[in-house]
């Protein structure tokens, strides 16, 4: 609530959080508790005249909660939207999987779905290379040591019409930023 408070008064428009640990309960359940204390948040936001849209992040460890379905569905509260770390739901499964073409269409076609075709204009997206294990996410690469098929995702991206954010979280931050934007400019 202070990064939302501090942040509206300094320009922002989006608060960004990790949305917690299932403390190896099931994912409903947890739901159940952390739905009710967004509403809170977001009606305590609305009441002070902050109009920032929180935006809870795909989690990249199978144990937290900020699944690809958790975000969605917290993202059904008015004032909420997705922030999606597509290297986190690359490294999720743990198994190298969500990295394809196909794979990022389905997910974008779900997001469409449950969201409205309109969502798909106002993304916000973190992205870097990322190691990951059977419980996912280890740590931040740098693109080129990482095997997120960048090149798909953007096709994927372009396809379906997206507009909004990239924001690179790679740890050498500027350097991938470029090659980003570099990979996009190319003709897809």
Known sequence: MDAAHYGHLAGTTDIIFHPGSYFEKDPAEVLKVALPRLEGCVGELRKAGNP?????????KSAMLGSFEDVLVMSRITGVQPCLDFAHLHARPGDGTINT??????????????????????????????????KGEKNHLPLAEADLNLKALFKVLKKFGCGGRILCESPIMEEDALEMKKVWGKKR
Not at 52 to 60: A, I
Not at 110 to 133: N, P, T
């Open 52 to 60: 920032v849209t929180l935006r809870p992040e795909t989690m990249g």
């Open 101 to 134: 073409y196909d794979e990022w269409s389905r997910l974008l076609e779900r997001y469409a779905a449950v969201l409205g075709s309109q969502a798909l204009a106002s993304l916000h997206i973190h992205l870097s290379g990322i190691e990951y294990g059977p």
